[in-house]
C-alpha cells in the first residue's frame, strides 16, 4: 500500500522546506520501507540546500543521518523484516564488487551506488531522494544494500548520528589517518565530524590534540572530548600552520581538516610535520579547486581523504559499552515541522545555548547550524 505522510520537500535552492503530505510507495524488489524515528541535520544536507549552486537534484526530501524501523520489506529481501531496529546508510554494501571485496575501502563502485529511483511523490511531481535516504521523512524506500540492523537496545534518537557526522570524524582518525599513540595531531573545524575527530584522536592514543576553531566557545567541548590544546585562528597575525608549527617543533604527525574548505585543506596539510606528517581531507565541497606547492608533498607529507570513515555497527557497540560520546553531540531535540529553524539558525538566541553540536564554521564565513535530532 502507498503510505501517505509528512516530509519537509525542500523545492529549490536556497528556499525553505516545506511540510508537505507525500506519497511513499511500496518497496520493490530488494528494497526496504523504513518508519523514520529520529533524524538529525548534518553540514552535507545543507551544502546541497544554500551551497551547492545547482538546480540538480530539486525538489528533494534532505536527511541522511536518520534510524528508524522496518515497516515492510520487497521481494527478495531476506536480511531485514518488518520491526527492525535500522540505520540508512548513504554509503552502501554490495558486497560483491572490487570496491567491496577489498580491505582497502569502506566504498562501493560508484555505479552501482543504492540510489533506488524514488518512491516519493507530491503534488503529482516525482520527488528526489537525497542520497538514496531522505530521513527528513516520516517513511522512506531504500536499497537494502544500504541499510543495517542494529541491536534492538539501541536509543534510535541518539545512534542517527551514526549515520554520518560521527562514524565520518572518529573513523577518519582512527581507520584513514590511523593515528598513533603518543603522537600529536590538529583537527581543523569543531563541528560534529571535527569533534568526533577529536575523540577518534584521544581513542588512538594521540599525547597532544590541538582542536582548531574560529569559534572559541567550541573550546571547552573539543577538550571535554579529548583536545589538549584550542587554536582561534583569529587570535593571531600570523597563518596557523606556522603557530602550530611552532607550538609542536615542526608540525604535527597527523592533522584533520573537517570544514569544507579548500584553504583550510592546505593549512591542514602545512601544519603537518613535512618529512613524515598524514594529512586526511575530510570535510566535503566539490566547488573549488586545491592549490599546493610540490614540495609539501615531496618532502614526505602524505595527504589522504577519508569518505564516511568506518562501520556505525562497530561504532554502535562502543557506544553501548560506553567507549564512544554520542549525548555529548545533541544541543535540542525538536519537531520535524521545526527543520527551517535548525536551518536558519533561529536558535541563537535561545537562553543558556550550549554549543556541542554540528555547528560549522568557515574559516573566514562564519554559518552557525545547529545539530538537532527529530523525533517523529
Same mark, same amino acid.
Given at each position: 500500500?502507498?503510505?501517505?505522510?509528512?516530509?519537509?520537500?525542500?523545492?529549490?535552492?536556497?528556499?525553505?522546506?516545506?511540510?508537505?503530505?507525500?506519497?511513499?510507495?511500496?518497496?520493490?524488489?530488494?528494497?526496504?520501507?523504513?518508519?523514520?524515528?529520529?533524524?538529525?541535520? *548534518?553540514? !552535507?544536507?545543507?551544502?546541497?540546500? /544554500?551551497?551547492?549552486?545547482?538546480?540538480?537534484?530539486?525538489?528533494?526530501?534532505?536527511?541522511?543521518?536518520?534510524?528508524?524501523?522496518?515497516?515492510?520489506?520487497?521481494?527478495?529481501?531476506?536480511?531485514?523484516?518488518?520491526?527492525?531496529?535500522?540505520?540508512?546508510?548513504?554509503?552502501?554494501?554490495?558486497?560483491? *564488487?572490487?570496491?567491496?571485496?577489498?580491505?582497502?575501502?569502506?566504498?562501493?563502485?560508484?555505479e552501482i551506488m543504492a540510489g533506488v529511483e524514488s518512491?516519493?511523490?507530491?503534488?503529482?511531481?516525482?520527488?528526489?531522494?537525497?542520497?538514496?535516504?531522505?530521513?527528513?521523512?516520516?517513511?522512506?524506500?531504500?536499497?537494502?544494500?544500504?541499510?543495517?540492523?542494529?541491536?534492538?537496545?539501541?536509543?534510535?534518537?541518539?545512534? *542517527?548520528?551514526?549515520?554520518?557526522?560521527?562514524?565520518?570524524?572518529?573513523?577518519?582518525?582512527?581507520?584513514?589517518?590511523?593515528?598513533?599513540?603518543?603522537?600529536?595531531?590538529?583537527?581543523?573545524?569543531?563541528?560534529?565530524?571535527?569533534?568526533?575527530?577529536?575523540?577518534?584522536?584521544?581513542?588512538?592514543?594521540?599525547?597532544?590534540?590541538?582542536?582548531?576553531?574560529?569559534?572559541?566557545?567550541?573550546?571547552?567541548?573539543?577538550?571535554?572530548?579529548?583536545?589538549?590544546?584550542? /587554536?582561534?585562528?583569529?587570535?593571531?597575525?600570523?597563518?596557523?600552520?606556522?603557530?602550530?608549527?611552532?607550538?609542536?617543533?615542526?608540525?604535527?604527525?597527523?592533522?584533520?581538516?573537517?570544514?569544507?574548505?579548500?584553504?583550510?585543506?592546505?593549512?591542514?596539510?602545512?601544519?603537518?610535520?613535512?618529512?613524515?606528517?598524514?594529512?586526511?581531507?575530510?570535510?566535503?565541497?566539490?566547488?573549488?579547486?586545491?592549490?599546493?606547492?610540490?614540495?609539501?608533498?615531496?618532502?614526505?607529507?602524505?595527504?589522504?581523504? !577519508?569518505?564516511?570513515?568506518?562501520?556505525?555497527?562497530?561504532?554502535?557497540?562502543?557506544? /553501548?559499552?560506553?567507549?564512544?560520546?554520542?549525548?555529548?553531540?545533541?544541543?535540542?531535540?525538536?519537531e520535524l515541522d521545526q527543520v527551517n529553524d535548525a536551518?536558519?539558525?533561529?536558535?541563537?538566541?535561545?537562553?543558556?545555548?550550549?554549543?556541542?553540536?554540528?555547528?560549522?564554521?568557515?574559516?573566514?564565513?562564519?554559518?552557525?547550524?545547529?545539530?538537532?535530532?527529530?523525533?517523529?
Amino acid at each position: 500500500m502507498v503510505i501517505r505522510c509528512r516530509a519537509a520537500v525542500s523545492w529549490a535552492p536556497n528556499t525553505p522546506a516545506a511540510m508537505e503530505e507525500i506519497e511513499v510507495a511500496p518497496p520493490e524488489a530488494g528494497e526496504v520501507r523504513i518508519k523514520i524515528v529520529a533524524t538529525s541535520v *548534518c553540514h !552535507s544536507d545543507l551544502y546541497h540546500l /544554500l551551497e551547492s549552486m545547482t538546480a540538480d537534484g530539486f525538489p528533494t526530501v534532505l536527511g541522511h543521518e536518520g534510524a528508524g524501523i522496518v515497516e515492510s520489506v520487497g521481494p527478495g529481501v531476506t536480511e531485514f523484516q518488518p520491526g527492525d531496529k535500522v540505520i540508512p546508510l548513504f554509503l552502501c554494501q554490495c558486497k560483491e *564488487c572490487r570496491f567491496c571485496k577489498s580491505p582497502r575501502t569502506n566504498q562501493i563502485r560508484q555505479e552501482i551506488m543504492a540510489g533506488v529511483e524514488s518512491r516519493f511523490t507530491c503534488k503529482g511531481k516525482r520527488v528526489h531522494q537525497f542520497m538514496g535516504t531522505s530521513t527528513f521523512s516520516e517513511y522512506t524506500v531504500i536499497n537494502q544494500i544500504a541499510v543495517t540492523r542494529i541491536d534492538p537496545a539501541a536509543p534510535l534518537d541518539k545512534i *542517527c548520528l551514526l549515520g554520518c557526522g560521527i562514524c565520518t570524524g572518529y573513523g577518519a582518525a582512527v581507520n584513514t589517518a590511523k593515528v598513533e599513540a603518543g603522537s600529536s595531531c590538529a583537527v581543523f573545524g569543531l563541528g560534529a565530524v571535527g569533534l568526533a575527530a577529536v575523540m577518534g584522536c584521544r581513542a588512538a592514543g594521540a599525547s597532544r590534540i590541538i582542536a582548531v576553531d574560529i569559534n572559541s566557545d567550541k573550546a571547552e567541548k573539543a577538550k571535554e572530548l579529548g583536545a589538549t590544546d584550542f /587554536l582561534n585562528p583569529k587570535d593571531h597575525s600570523r597563518p596557523v600552520h606556522e603557530v602550530i608549527s611552532e607550538m609542536t617543533g615542526g608540525g604535527v604527525d597527523f592533522s584533520l581538516e573537517c570544514v569544507g574548505n579548500v584553504e583550510v585543506m592546505r593549512s591542514a596539510l602545512e601544519s603537518s610535520m613535512e618529512a613524515w606528517g598524514v594529512s586526511v581531507v575530510v570535510g566535503w565541497t566539490d566547488m573549488f579547486d586545491i592549490t599546493i606547492r610540490p614540495r609539501h608533498l615531496i618532502c614526505g607529507r602524505t595527504w589522504k581523504g !577519508s569518505m564516511f570513515g568506518g562501520e556505525p555497527v562497530a561504532l554502535l557497540r562502543s557506544y /553501548l559499552e560506553k567507549k564512544v560520546k554520542l549525548d555529548e553531540f545533541i544541543s535540542h531535540k525538536m519537531e520535524l515541522d521545526q527543520v527551517n529553524d535548525a536551518i536558519d539558525g533561529k536558535l541563537s538566541n535561545s537562553a543558556n545555548l550550549i554549543l556541542l553540536n554540528d555547528t560549522f564554521v568557515k574559516l573566514y564565513n562564519q554559518i552557525i547550524n545547529f545539530y538537532f535530532v527529530c523525533q517523529f
